[in-house]
């Protein structure tokens, strides 16, 4: 493994980017030893892109990997190939991590016994926005399990002995949600003093299209559980009743746009189970990236 000066192992970070010119340059000025207080190396895994973001990288000092093809498994993988420290993060294009918090969620991870993956809290942005995507997410926010899984957060830290735990990524679209699978809840842990920001769709019709593309990659998901052995958390279709409403019941008509919209979207997921796997373009226009987001 190569060292710094100091002769400290660097992290990896690990970003897969289709297109991303939009987004990736503010990702990555804040992916420097300086501001996250870690030896970095940051391998930008650009797959089927048709814009500058390779360009944008390597201008920012990234590591490059370019893939004629697109898809995120593939390109994760190829960057894998390429890493050289632990732990390995895996981060989103459009999330600019804050200062200091790499090092914060690598630490977490030597100083927390039995602990091998770490995430930071997940701040929804809803300023502009509809209001039924604003209502949406007073409930979405306060769901339990986006205090413990490691998914809708755009980045993610794990030891090189939860790495240990999988060969490569397998050709799933929810990679987060294959990473959370693979640890117990008591090996995840979120980390309170880290904060990132995760832009909302700017539309109702945006949410209603992202979670539709959610649910066919959690059927993915499960349907691989089924043939292969995957092991993946179950669905829990009350808990924005008994778990959020219950114990705020000021929150009821924005629960009444939250289950319309979900409803919704599993009617056409159902309609539609194959099709477009694309992202939400709405958070990637200019003027839409995400701010930086400072400790809580």
Known sequence: MSADAQGRVPVSVIIAAHDEEA???????????????????????????SDATAEIARARGAQVVERPEPGKPGALNAAER????????????????????????AAALRERPGVLATMPVRRVVTTGRTWPVRAYFRINQRLPVFRSGLFGRGLIVVSEAGRAR??????????????????????????AGVVVEVESPRTTADLVRRLVRVRRGNAEMRRAAETEGVAVRSADRWSWLRDVVRHDQRLAPAAVAYLAITLLAAVRARRSPSGDWGRDESTRTPGTEPQKAGPS
């Not at 987004?23 to 207080?37: E, K």
């Open 166 to 191: 999988f060969a490569e990524f397998p050709a799933l679209t929810a990679d987060d949600l294959f990473l959370d699978a693979q640890f117990a809840e008591a090996e995840k842990s979120e980390v």
């Open 82 to 105: 390429v890493a050289v420290g632990f732990p390995r993060v895996y981060l989103d294009a459009d999330i600019v991590p804050p200062a200091g918090a790499l090092g914060a969620l």
């Open 23 to 49: 987004v990736i340059g503010r990702c990555l000025d804040a992916l420097t030893p300086a501001v996250q207080g870690v030896p970095l190396q940051v391998i930008v895994s650009a797959n089927g892109c």
